[in-house]
């Protein structure tokens, strides 16, 4: 008698194919002085030494990704010359769909606020791991409540779009945890303690309506 599979356990060294999978690659360095203030979703550039540098790691993504994935940036500038540095360092050209749910969450005024002024204007207790607290709404701008909604929205659409497929989204810090809050069910507060470093990639799966985390935060090896 032949055992049915079940469980849908990942004990093989390969990832199977003809799943529902996202890749989620946080965007790479930014220049030194956009990191002294909050950015947020604001359009900065890339660190170009950075870039020269760490073109090594921009290899190593590119062999550990998908061949035949689809390609989706958030529509800001950093987030798509990561996608086309990875493509540079020998994976190959792609096209690239802009998806805007996939943005860094929005700071409203508090946008190129000097990372010191911040703490005077927080109306609530900063998160220990983010600069404000999931609930916290800056003027003009969004919570990670909020953003954790459009990312939700934003995942399971892609997942219907593109089912039974490997599907590479290149973002930002908040939107992977936001991703991973609605992966998990769990609150954006929880999400935030999740550790996204930049180049790293994060893998969720979605099989028959359940998501599920492969890998958080993992780093491209030189």
């Given at each position: 008698m032949t055992q049915q599979p079940h469980g849908h356990f990942l004990d093989a060294m390969q990832l199977p194919s003809g799943v529902t999978r996202i890749w989620l690659i946080r965007h790479a360095l930014v220049e030194a002085s956009a990191r002294q203030r909050l950015y947020g979703s604001l359009d900065v550039d890339l660190c170009a030494e950075s870039?020269?540098?760490?073109?090594?790691?921009?290899?190593?993504?590119?062999?550990?990704?998908?061949?035949?994935?689809?390609?989706?940036?958030?529509?800001?500038?950093?987030?798509?010359?990561?996608?086309?540095?990875?493509?540079?360092?020998?994976?190959?050209?792609?096209?690239?769909?802009?998806?805007?749910?996939?943005?860094?969450?929005?700071?409203?005024?508090?946008?190129?606020?000097?990372?010191?002024?911040?703490?005077?204007?927080?109306?609530?207790?900063?998160?220990?791991?983010?600069?404000?607290?999931?609930?916290?709404?800056?003027?003009?701008?969004?919570?990670?409540?909020?953003?954790?909604?459009?990312?939700?929205?934003?995942?399971?659409?892609?997942?219907?779009?593109?089912?039974?497929?490997?599907?590479?989204?290149?973002s930002h810090g908040g939107a992977i945890r936001a991703a991973l809050a609605h992966a998990l069910h769990v609150h954006p507060d929880t999400a935030l303690r999740f550790s996204i470093q930049n180049l790293s990639v994060s893998i969720i799966e979605r099989i028959n309506g359940i998501w599920r985390v492969v890998t958080v935060n993992e780093l491209p090896s030189a």
């Open positions: 870039l020269v540098l760490q073109r090594p790691y921009y290899t190593a993504l590119g062999c550990r990704l998908p061949d035949d994935a689809q390609w989706v940036t958030s529509p800001l500038k950093r987030a798509q010359d990561t996608a086309r540095a990875i493509f540079e360092a020998g994976y190959g050209p792609r096209d690239i769909t802009i998806e805007p749910r996939f943005t860094e969450q929005s700071m409203g005024e508090w946008h190129d606020l000097p990372h010191g002024e911040l703490p005077s204007k927080l109306r609530q207790l900063a998160h220990s791991f983010w600069s404000l607290a999931a609930t916290e709404q800056p003027p003009g701008g969004e919570s990670m409540l909020d953003v954790c909604a459009r990312v939700s929205h934003a995942l399971d659409d892609l997942a219907d779009q593109n089912a039974q497929q490997d599907t590479v989204v290149v």
